[in-house]
């Protein structure tokens, strides 16, 4: 007898992230290629980063602190939050398959927008549940849309913002008129990966979301602007 795999699992379309820069000059015989398919900073890790980095190597015979006492501590003083408010994760992908994980099961669905970071569908899939994919408006979230795609079986809201591929992000007036269409035992998840390259004034605040007890999730990451995703150091901010 053959074996079976879940349909939802067999029909899920493998995540294929940019290349490593040394496959693509083996592949094409060149040398000195400036890699830009994975949105990796170019400009490196902090001189500090790499010196705290040189220090912890001495100690790599040691298994680590699982729950991230230290990091977890430091950002919740950096964010105003308490610790038991942070989700660590294996970059923030590993804080998305974790949410889903948590707050689905078959049969339930997650709205977002498409095109978007592919995690989100993939992370839904293998749960069980549905992925509701909401077209981008001109190239933009449509949070109006999202927001009517929302039935009694939504679990979880993407919004990505920046949007990743696209780039363009949603204000503060669009988020709170789109917060107050959505029920309040739905968990909106931002996943912020590129707000700190954001410099628009009415880019939206959702830390105040979070801090007023609406069921939101932040998503940030180290692997961008501190120019640290070979480290795989992502985090959630959590009611």
């Not at 879940?6 to 592949?27: F, L, N, Q, T, W």
């Not at 939050?81 to 049969?107: C, H, M, R, W, Y």
């Not at 977002?112 to 993939?122: H, R």
Request: net charge negative.
């Amino acid at each position: 007898m053959a074996i079976r795999i879940s349909p939802d699992i067999a029909g899920i379309v493998p995540y294929s992230p940019g290349k490593p820069i040394e496959e693509v000059e083996r592949e094409l015989g060149i040398t000195g290629s400036i890699k830009l398919a994975s949105n990796e900073n170019p400009r490196g890790p902090s001189p500090k980063a790499l010196a705290v980095l040189a220090e912890a190597a001495k100690t790599v015979n040691r298994y680590p602190d699982g729950g991230g006492y230290y990091l977890r501590d430091a950002l919740a003083e950096r964010w105003k939050v308490t610790p038991d408010q942070i989700i660590l994760g294996n970059g923030s992908d590993e804080v998305i398959t974790l949410l889903t994980k948590a707050f689905l099961e078959p049969g339930d669905e997650a709205v977002m927008a498409d095109p978007s970071f592919v995690v989100y569908k993939i992370d839904v899939a293998a749960e069980h549940a549905k992925p509701v994919l909401v077209p981008l408006k001109e190239h933009r979230h449509d949070l109006p849309a999202m927001a009517k795609a929302v039935t009694p079986k939504t679990r979880l809201v993407f919004v990505c913002n920046p949007n990743n591929p696209t780039g363009t992000y949603v204000t503060a007036a669009e988020v709170r008129a789109f917060m107050q269409a959505i029920p309040p035992d739905v968990i909106v998840v931002f996943d912020e990966a590129y707000y700190e390259y954001v410099t628009a004034a009415d880019y939206p605040d959702t830390m105040a979301l979070l801090k007023a007890g609406r069921n939101v999730v932040l998503l940030r990451t180290f692997s961008k602007i501190y120019g640290l995703a070979g480290l795989r150091i992502g985090y959630g901010l959590t009611t």
